[in-house]
């Protein structure tokens, strides 16, 4: 399953690096977009652009899916 989604939440939604949502990672900021590589325990497993610093990096981790459009 590979889909790009949207954050279309007016705000910030955190990235964590486990599906436990133990550590924060990153954020995928308002209206910014990322790639769904797939779904673990009911999050998304997202590859997303690191805006800061890197303007070619990228990390993944999970996300809750609710505030995403595919």
Do not use: H, T, W
């Amino acid at each position: 399953m590979k889909k790009i989604f949207q954050n279309s939440a007016f705000s910030a939604i955190p990235v964590y690096a486990d599906s436990a949502q133990s550590q924060q990672i990153g954020k995928l900021f308002a209206r910014s977009s990322c790639l769904c590589i797939g779904e673990r325990d009911g999050l998304a497993i997202v590859l997303y652009k690191v805006k800061k610093g890197m303007p070619d990096a990228f990390k993944v981790g999970f996300v809750d899916a609710a505030g995403m459009q595919g």
